[in-house]
C-alpha cells in the first residue's frame, strides 16, 4: 500500500496554462502542466521563486472533472521605452511600443489532482493546502483556485486498461469515438547557469472530459477510491 495525496481544483472564474512557445498567440494547454502543478504546492508551502528542491521527490497525476469553456481574448499591451533617437530624446513624455495579443482561457474547470510521495512530505502539503503561506492560483496569478478537501489516503497497485487521469505517452483508445488527445506537458525545469532554465516536457495522453481512459492494453496503475491513477515516472537524478 502507498500513500497518495489528492484534491479536487475547482477554479471559480477562468485559468490559463500557457503554451510557452506562444508569442502573440497565447494557447493554452486544457489540463494543468506538472509545472503548473509543482507551483501550487512551492506556492502553497511559501517555498521562494524558482526554488525546485522538493520537486524530485514528488509525483503527479491529474485528470478532467469538468473542462470548462475555452474562449479566447484579445489584448493591446503597451510598454515603456527609452527615448534612443535625439529627436525621441528631445520630445517630452514617454514612448511606447505596442504588440497585440490573443489569449485562450479557460472558464471555470474542474481538476483531479494526485501526489504520491513518501507520507511525511504529503503530510506538509496536505497542512499547507489547508492552510496556505500564500494566496493560491493555478496558471497565471490571478487565476484564483480553491483546492477542495485535500486528504491523504491509501493506494495499492492493480493492472488497467481504464484510467481517470492523463497517461504518460502516446497510446491508443480502446474506442475510437472516446474524444482522446495527446499533449506535450511541461513537467519540470531544470537550471543549467544562472539564468538559464532548461524546460522539460512529456507526452501525455488524456480524456478531454470526465470520462475515463479506456486504452487498449493493461499497464500498471494505482487504485485511488476506485480510480486508476498513473503516475509519472521519477525524476532522473541528473535533472533533480
Not at 489540463?31 to 502553497?44: K, M, R
Amino acid at each position: 500500500m502507498s500513500s497518495v495525496l489528492r484534491a479536487r481544483l475547482e477554479v471559480p472564474f477562468w485559468c490559463s496554462f500557457r503554451d510557452p512557445t506562444g508569442v502573440n498567440v497565447h494557447t493554452t494547454f486544457r489540463l494543468p502542466p506538472l509545472t503548473t502543478l509543482y507551483g501550487l504546492v512551492a506556492n502553497a508551502m511559501g517555498l521562494s521563486q524558482d526554488d525546485y528542491s522538493l520537486r524530485p521527490r514528488l509525483r503527479f497525476a491529474v485528470g478532467i472533472e469538468e473542462k470548462g469553456d475555452l474562449v479566447e481574448t484579445y489584448s493591446k499591451i503597451m510598454k515603456v521605452r527609452e527615448a534612443k533617437t535625439p529627436e525621441e530624446k528631445a520630445k517630452p513624455g514617454n514612448f511606447y511600443i505596442s504588440t497585440s495579443v490573443i489569449k485562450q482561457k479557460l472558464i471555470r474547470p474542474t481538476f483531479q489532482f494526485y501526489m504520491l510521495s513518501s507520507p511525511s512530505v504529503l503530510e506538509k502539503i496536505n497542512t499547507a493546502l489547508r492552510e496556505p503561506a500564500r494566496p493560491l492560483y493555478l496558471g497565471e496569478s490571478d487565476d484564483v483556485v480553491d483546492v477542495i478537501d485535500p486528504q491523504i489516503v491509501t493506494a495499492s497497485t492493480v493492472e488497467s486498461n481504464r484510467f481517470n487521469c492523463a497517461v504518460p505517452g502516446i497510446h491508443a483508445p480502446h474506442d475510437a469515438g472516446q474524444s482522446a488527445a495527446v499533449v506535450n506537458l511541461p513537467y519540470h525545469f531544470v537550471r543549467r547557469g544562472r539564468s538559464d532554465w532548461q524546460l522539460l516536457r512529456r507526452l501525455y495522453t488524456y480524456q478531454l472530459n470526465s470520462a475515463p481512459l479506456l486504452l487498449d492494453g493493461n499497464q500498471a496503475a494505482f487504485d485511488v477510491e476506485g480510480k486508476h491513477i498513473v503516475f509519472e515516472p521519477p525524476i532522473e537524478e541528473a535533472d533533480a
